[in-house]
């Protein structure tokens, strides 16, 4: 007869699983609390290494007399963990941030080079899509000084009759609706006159930026890589976006754009 303690087997093989369960859950916590206590071991048996005046020195901390000089961290068996590299000092540490910087504005600078080379290759493909832009902002530009030109002959028509009216008044007062004429006449003449003035300085950059381009752009055609010829002088993006001129004036590059106002 069976015992009823067994059922199909005896009591302790019915058992057995569950403590092998628990058997397993007990060493894996043991192991778990017993890894940190190890780490903390291995990292206090870490030793520093240096020499001083010619011996080497052995501490269980960071040595104070190797502070300028680089340090080894060992591990418990001897071998190398690490170099610990020396100290700086405030005057070191400034001058390392220092040259940090300098790298890092160089690295940038290296890239905004490559960048702007790239967009200016891509935007004149060739010598005739760059003479191309520059006829047109050229023909933009002529176009306005024509007109400010025309503007200013018609002042000094107005301006003539207005003088001649005056000439009925010698040594009197003017009367004060051409006295006003005159003055507004003259205002508006100067205005005119200094934005001529403005547009040919502003002729006179974009000229040399379109020529100092061009001649970048050559060197690129030429298989200069990207970035190899520095910074571009001048206004970098002039090319692909021209800053606006002055009173309806677009960017453009005539070199001989003169008046002839007086």
């Given at each position: ?36 206590a ?5 990292d ?9 005046d ?21 591990n418990?068996?001897?071998?190398l963990n ?6 700086l ?5 400034e ?6 910087l ?6 940038a600078q290296l890239?905004?080079?490559i960048?702007g ?10 010598e005739?899509?760059h ?20 503007s200013?002959?018609?002042l000094?028509?107005?301006?003539k ?20 004429s005159l ?14 003035e403005k ?23 030429a ?11 001048g ?5 692909a976006?021209?800053?606006?001129a ?7 590059t005539p ?7 007086k």
């Amino acid at each position: 007869m069976l015992s009823p303690l067994t059922g199909n087997g005896t009591a302790s093989e019915n058992a057995r699983p569950s403590s092998r369960l628990i058997l397993l859950v007990a060493t894996g916590l043991t192991l778990a609390l017993a890894l940190p206590a190890i780490a903390a071991d291995n990292d206090k048996a870490r030793i520093y290494r240096c020499e001083v005046d010619g011996k080497k020195v052995t501490r269980d901390r960071p040595i104070i007399e190797c502070r300028d000089k680089v340090q080894y961290l060992l591990n418990a068996d001897g071998s190398l963990n690490r170099e610990i590299p020396p100290t700086l000092t405030v005057e070191e540490r400034e001058k390392q941030e220092q040259a940090d910087l300098a790298r890092q504005s160089r690295e940038a600078q290296l890239k905004q080079d490559i960048r702007g080379d790239r967009n200016l290759k891509q935007l004149y493909p060739n010598e005739a899509a760059h003479k191309k832009a520059r006829d047109t902002a050229l023909d933009e530009v002529r176009a306005s000084v024509k007109s400010l030109e025309t503007s200013i002959e018609a002042l000094v028509v107005d301006r003539k009759k207005l003088l001649d009216e005056a000439e009925f008044y010698p040594n009197k007062p003017l009367p004060t609706k051409l006295k006003s004429s005159l003055e507004a006449n003259e205002v508006t003449l100067k205005a005119k006159r200094d934005l001529v003035e403005k547009q040919q300085s502003e002729v006179m950059r974009i000229t040399n930026n379109y020529d100092v381009e061009l001649a970048r752009l050559r060197k690129l055609w030429a298989g200069a890589p990207a970035g190899s010829l520095g910074p571009l002088p001048g206004t970098q993006q002039a090319a692909a976006a021209p800053a606006p001129a002055p009173a309806g004036l677009t960017a453009g590059t005539p070199a001989a754009v003169k008046t002839t106002v007086k």
